[in-house]
């Protein structure tokens, strides 16, 4: 049980920068799930149909929770953004829309898809064992995190950067995050975070 933790490693404004650098973390876990999760808020007509049409089948869901007055139950978003027209789209945003994807299927193209809303983009994998620390890599930990218009694994608030995390076992391996860093030039940057 527990939960990984979660390093920043890499802060830009740039996000394409952000993505190529995530990708560059992606290309060094030993194994990557074939899926990666994605959940972007849209706040506008455009972004929701440029994110829909990048993320086929994608949930979708009200950033405002909405609950039932009677029973207090949460009331699921019913919105088809295939068949929505604008107007209904636009009386539900801001949105999140959430999707596991195949892994090529996340690339620039989404990252630029983004507006002004946050995203966060995961993939899951495993982490070499690394021989000098006598560490092994964990699946059920493993991985690197893209979050877009945040600097939270566990995204709190909108900022104008973007962060990529690398996320490694419970116990906080501080040492793999910082060797993980510097290889795409980057360093840890603030305390451990709580990760998925």
Do not use: N
Request: aromatic share 6%.
């Amino acid at each position: 049980m527990g939960h990984s933790r979660a390093y920043a490693v890499f802060t830009t404004t740039d996000a394409d920068e952000a993505h190529a650098r995530a990708r560059r973390l992606v290309a060094l876990l030993e194994r990557v799930q074939d899926e990666v999760y994605v959940d972007v808020e849209v706040r506008t007509v455009e972004e929701a149909r440029r994110v829909a049409g990048l993320l086929p089948g994608a949930d979708v869901d009200r950033v405002e929770v909405e609950r039932d007055p009677v029973t207090g139950q949460y009331v699921c978003c019913a919105l088809d953004l295939d068949t929505a027209g604008d107007e209904e789209i636009r009386a539900e945003l801001p949105l999140f829309l959430s999707a596991e994807v195949p892994a090529p299927a996340v690339g620039a193209e989404l990252v630029r898809a983004v507006g002004d809303g946050t995203a966060d983009i995961w993939w899951r994998g495993r982490w070499p064992d690394d021989p000098e620390t006598d560490r092994p890599g964990f699946d059920k930990y493993d991985g690197v995190q893209l979050v877009l218009h945040g600097d939270q694994a566990q995204i709190d608030a909108r900022t104008p950067h973007h962060t990529v995390f690398v996320h490694v076992d419970k116990w906080g391996d501080l040492p793999r995050a910082r060797k993980l860093a510097a290889l795409v030039d980057g360093e840890v940057v603030g305390d451990v975070q709580i990760g998925w």
